[in-house]
Nanobody
Framework: QVQLVESGGGLVQAGGSLRLSCTASGYTFSNYAMGWFRQAPGKEREFVAAISRGGINRYYADSVKGRFTISRDNAKNTVYLQMNSLKPEDTAVYYC??????????????WGRGTQVTVSS
C-alpha cells in the first residue's frame, strides 16, 4: 500500500527555518515526481514546489522562490522541503504528493496526511 509520511513541521518565529521530510513506500519512488502543497485554514490547497524523478528539475510557486528548496534522495525514498526566511503567511498544513510527472496542479496520484507548519510574528 502506498504511504507518504511527512515530518518536520512545527512552530517557528518569522525569519526562521524548518526542513520538512516525506518518506514514501509502496511504489517505485524514483519513477515519480514529488511535490509539496499547503493548505491554510479556509483556503484552497495550493502548490508549493515540485521536483522531477531524478531531482534535476525543480519548480516553485512565486511566493516561495528564493526561500524554499525542494530536494530528494531516491536511495532513502525521501523528499525534502527546506524552508528559510519563513513568514506568517507560510502557516499551513504541508502535504507531500507523488505523480508520474511534476505538476503545479493538485491532481497528484498519492498524498500524505500533512504536517503543520506555524510561523509566528
Amino acid at each position: 500500500q502506498v504511504q507518504l509520511v511527512e515530518s518536520g513541521g512545527g512552530l517557528v518565529q518569522a525569519g526562521g527555518s524548518l526542513r520538512l521530510s516525506c518518506t514514501a513506500s509502496g511504489y517505485t519512488f524514483s519513477n515519480y515526481a514529488m511535490g509539496w502543497f499547503r493548505q491554510a485554514p479556509g483556503k484552497e490547497r495550493e502548490f508549493v514546489a515540485a521536483i522531477s524523478r531524478g531531482g534535476i528539475n525543480r519548480y516553485y510557486a512565486d511566493s516561495v522562490k528564493g526561500r524554499f528548496t525542494i530536494s530528494r534522495d531516491n536511495a532513502k525514498n525521501t523528499v525534502y522541503l527546506q524552508m528559510n526566511s519563513l513568514k506568517p503567511e507560510d502557516t499551513a498544513v504541508y502535504y507531500c504528493a507523488a505523480n508520474p510527472v511534476p505538476s503545479t496542479r493538485v491532481a497528484y496520484e498519492y498524498w500524505g496526511r500533512g504536517t503543520q507548519v506555524t510561523v509566528s510574528s
